[in-house]
């Protein structure tokens, strides 16, 4: 089954606790993305990458990093979470940036 | 001006009503055009591409209005089911990503 895959889904942490959110594809996709989605905000895209060792931020990128060592995986770090972290993460994929993005089912972090 | 911006309602509508959403984008340069649909804190998916002609899916229409920089959605005979929030995204020529607007939510009532 064609999918993007999250893990956690959820996850509680305290500040300054570096974590790691694994995103996978298994459909061969150049681009992938992270967003927050928050009340209120919508969703903010994090970064993107374009292609296997190619990331670029996007318009809230403070706070976090990704790599792209392989094309179906684009993990997202935390290295001091922050409680303004607090949020619902997605991991979207597509084809490449002019196709649509298939989504992940989310990452819900609580930062306390 | 927002980047693309929707009207947040919600659209309370009952069973079989026809209802339509707009969204306004302020890049005259955007490309592609998509709308997404949203159940409570689920992950969006595509509900459908937006084409220049226009197209149409079953009981949704979508329309590209260039002129005016707006998208918007038409859902005709509404069903209980289509309670959701529904996201439009723009991508603009030259970007490498997607501008999603905040959502609008549509509440259909028996």
């Known amino acids: 089954e064609a999918q993007v895959t999250q893990n956690p889904r959820y996850l509680i942490t305290v500040t300054g606790k570096k974590l790691t959110v694994t995103c996978s594809q298994n459909?061969?996709?150049?681009?992938m993305s992270w967003y927050r989605q928050d009340p209120g905000l919508g969703l903010r895209q994090i970064y993107y990458s374009m292609n296997v060792e190619v990331t670029d931020k996007g318009d809230v990128p403070e706070g976090y990093k990704v790599s792209r060592k392989e094309k179906r995986n684009f993990p997202l770090i935390l290295e001091s979470p922050s409680p303004n972290q607090t949020s619902l993460y997605f991991c979207?994929?597509?084809?490449?940036?002019?196709?649509?993005?298939?989504f992940g089912p989310g990452t819900r972090l609580l930062v306390l | 001006r927002k980047e693309v911006e929707q009207d947040p309602g919600p659209f309370n509508v009952p069973e079989g009503a026809t209802v339509a959403f707009n969204c306004t984008y302020s890049?005259?340069?955007?490309?592609?055009f998509f709308w997404y649909r949203q159940d409570c804190r689920k992950e969006p998916k595509l509900l459908m591409s937006v084409y220049s002609s226009g197209n149409e899916d079953g009981r949704f229409t979508a329309q590209l209005n260039r002129a005016s920089q707006y998208i918007s959605l038409l859902i005709r005979d509404s069903k209980l089911s289509d309670s959701a929030t529904y996201l439009c995204a723009v991508r603009s020529s030259g970007y490498s990503t997607l501008t999603f607007g905040k959502g609008t939510m549509l509440l259909v009532s028996p």
């Open positions: 890049n005259s340069a955007s490309q592609s």
């Open positions: 459909m061969n996709h150049e681009y």
């Open positions: 979207a994929s597509s084809p490449d940036i002019r196709e649509t993005q298939y």
